[in-house]
């Protein structure tokens, strides 16, 4: 095992479990993050700007994982991974367009702008369509709660985790995960804690070995304490 503080190595959802019901981030996270005593990894749907900004501004090393996998960066190796290409999943964006539906995000369509690995639609489009879609092209879609991610089977955050752990010299299942949705499934399988917030899907529920009591933030400092006491 790494040389590290006292802590294990966490490795945290941001969406849902950083922030409030609204997608707020809660103040309280820079402080409980400098101050975990072991490596922090942040793992999200979204793209490689937005873990690292994030990252910047709690005042943390940018160990992320973005993209459900598909993006990694480790800040003490300056590794930047790519795991996957966008082309299929854009395909299948265009197909979905071409049919007549919309990927929800307005002309800008911002989401998507930086996105390398996969392509998102909004969550009140239709889902049956883009889904058989993306089976004709050998894709899959998650629904994170938040978004409609179409991707490779092969790219989870639990695949990244892998990779961020190995440039950190852990194994993966020396971290604590703490999630609240379907893409952090993976994540909970690699690592060796899994805890849910209360508020996540029965998915990630399922998939944890621990759940809060209380939800969203606030769900994840329990975590935090109860890892801490030696609860967990």
């Known amino acids: 095992m790494a040389e590290s ?20 981030l809660d103040p309280r996270m820079g402080t409980a993050l400098r101050e975990w005593d072991g490596p922090v990894v942040l793992a999200t749907g979204k793209v490689l700007p937005f873990p690292i900004a ?12 973005a993209e459900n996998g598909g993006v990694t ?18 395909a299948v964006a265009d197909a979905y367009v071409d049919a007549g539906y919309d990927l929800g995000w307005g002309p800008a369509d911002l989401p998507n702008r930086w996105r390398e690995t996969e392509v998102i639609a909004a969550r009140d489009q239709p889902l049956e369509p883009l889904r058989d879609l993306a089976a004709e092209h050998g894709l899959e879609v998650v629904d994170t ?19 961020v752990a190995d440039a950190l010299g852990y194994e993966p299942t020396e971290f604590v995960a703490v999630g609240d949705s379907t893409n ?3 994540t909970f399988e690699a690592a060796g804690t899994a805890i849910a917030v209360a508020n996540a899907d029965d998915a990630a529920l399922a998939a944890a070995d ?8 606030d769900g994840f400092l329990e975590a935090l304490d109860r890892v801490d006491a030696g609860e967990w």
């Open 184 to 186: 952090d499934v993976s």
């Open 5 to 24: 503080g006292s802590a294990p190595p966490l490795v945290t959802d941001v969406d849902g479990t950083l922030t409030d019901d609204e997608l707020r």
């Open 54 to 65: 994030l990252a910047n501004y709690l005042g943390i090393e940018r160990t992320v994982i």
């Open 73 to 90: 960066f480790v800040d003490a190796t300056d590794e930047l991974g790519v795991h996957g290409d966008r082309e299929a999943a854009q």
């Open 145 to 163: 709660q938040y978004a409609y991610h179409v991707k490779s089977p092969s790219m989870t955050k639990g695949k990244g985790l892998e990779t």
């Open 210 to 217: 621990h759940v809060t009591d209380a939800e969203f933030a």
